[in-house]
């Protein structure tokens, strides 16, 4: 085949296939009955992959680097029309960020036919064909001239014609150059060059000044924070939701904050920019790894600070503190080989638990709701609701049996908060002991056809931007730090919070006095007490 023959088979394979979702996509937009807008698409995207692979000339990596693209793009392609996942920056990092026992959990036969008959089969392709040399250099310069002027061409009428049909598709739906394939080669190079070809960022160090305000308690603090995976508010009893999925808790006196917005849709994000002093709309990551955040400003007060990991990773937030991660290995009972339950963190904590008069502050990062194989995030004895989906590719379950497996993690997750309660009680006589929960985004269960989470946040649904947000003071708590819990109620039925109070809210939970705490975003420090 002549390498202007390949050229042309390969772009209207791009355009016409693997970017399928992103046609059908604007067929959705489109004006009802403008076939020819709908038409020009496909046609505009063959002139663009015309563009571009008639400009890549690597010689001897040529056909590599495409096989690469290839299969790559076959995956893309599964993870767009199932769940209609965009790869943007914020999703690469999610990505290069995912551990194997969760990359494993998003394999199935759908996932593996896909990459097999769109990837494998091609790519073999490619690497069979035999590209015929040009006679003279000038004639392969002139091919690949002739297809670039084509290009130009095709895209230059169908903008002629439609610009403002597209200019009008385009902005109001941004986020379609998104689900272009493979958009994720050009965010995945960005994401490498600013991971580890950047310069990094010089060091800042917050809270020096940070200290532990007077209590009225002789105790000291033991103040848990349970770190929650994937949960979504709506899905709360707490929050109004039809059924009981905090049955564990209801009669522990749990304050749950109504409207809770995430810092982002996918942990990677999320969990650096809930610990860190910034907020949604300036948070870079690059930026919050590069100085102190709320943990690491606690610890400088004295209290014993320790995080117990149970879902791959603290994507940094405690890299300079003690932890300590559970063992997945078929030799605990909680655990399968890849993953554990979470009442393993909760056997982890009752080891680190001792009377020795420190203040302390105990991070626990949940597995909790992490999809899709949600039936593994919790034993089978404690399926409340049934049928339940018991599949990876839950696209292909029904909405009742995806919604019944996801409210029974977070009833499991309810049942861990319970028992990590229980351990704190026994506490109380040598300390004032706390526990916050909060989860880092939300998830999607099928709702306009997104599965879930990691949309961009700029048009991500509420599900996947609201999160539950639960406190539990023990006896004496709210006392010997003048919280007034009445005012804690109110506010939590009231007011609209973030992520971005999270920082401020656990300095004062705990009880740190710096000049880094935002009163303004402190939860608690508008419900003190008067004596």
Known sequence: MSASHFIIALSAYYALVLNFPVISKISELAAKGHVLFIASSALLLFGCFLLIFSLLTLKYLYKPVLIIITMTSAMALYATLKYKVMFDSAMIENIFETNSAEAHSYLSLPSLAYVVFFGILPSLLIAKVRLKPAKFWWHAILGRGLLFLTGLIIVGLVASFFYKDYASVGRNNKYLTKMIIPAHIVSSVKYVKQKYLTAPISYTALGADAVLA????????????????????????????????NPYTQALGLISFQDVSSCGTATAHSLPCMFSNFNKDSYQRDRADAQDNVLDIIAKTGTETLWLENDGGDKDVAKRLPQITVDPSQQNPLCNGDTCYDMALVELLKQQLVADGKNKLIAMHTIGSHGPTYWQRYPDDMERF??????????????????????????????????????????????????????????SLGENGLYLHGTPYSFAPNEQTKVPWFLWLGEGYAQSNDIDVSCLKNKANRDSLSHDNLFHSLLGLVGVDTQVKNPSLDIFASCKAVN
Not at 215 to 243: D, F, H, I, W
């Open 386 to 443: 049934t049928p339940a989906c018991r599949q990876s590719d839950i696209e292909n379950c029904s909405d009742e049996a995806i919604t019944n497996v996801y409210d029974n993690t977070l009833a499991y997750t309810d049942f861990v908060l319970a028992n990590t309660i229980a351990e704190l009680k026994k506490y109380t006589k040598d300390y004032d002991v706390a526990l916050m929960y909060i989860s880092d985004h939300g998830e």
């Open 214 to 245: 007077a209590s009225q308690s002789s105790k000291p603090k033991l103040v848990v924070l349970v770190v929650g995976e994937t949960a979504r508010a709506q899905n709360m009893a707490y929050n109004g939701y039809g059924r009981n999925t």
